[in-house]
């Protein structure tokens, strides 16, 4: 009977032992899975963010494309005005010379017809 006993102590103290061990080992699963559940949260909060950067990219590359493709429609006007520019000077200085052609056929003919009407007067 005493081994019987001894068997049964032996056994509570295994079982004692089993159950402390189990015991750790919850309390390690159940910090583990709050690490895991963490950890799940941090990386739907990086993709989430990724999310964000990606739109913002999107976006922004969006708008780089519209506004060079507005400054290339702006730089092909000024061009253009440029040119148009170029071509109003050369038909101003044409027209300046044609005034200036006129005004001295005018002072020309002026002092002709003063010198005329000097004559007739005479």
Known sequence: ?????EKLTSIHAELDTATKRADDLDEKVKLLEEEHEQKDNQVTELQNRVKVLEEQLEKAED??????KNYREADLRVEQLDKKAVKLEQEIKIWDKKCDDIEEKYLASKAEMDELEGQLEV
């Open 1 to 5: 009977m005493d081994k019987f006993r």
């Open 63 to 68: 708008d780089l494309k519209d506004t060079t």
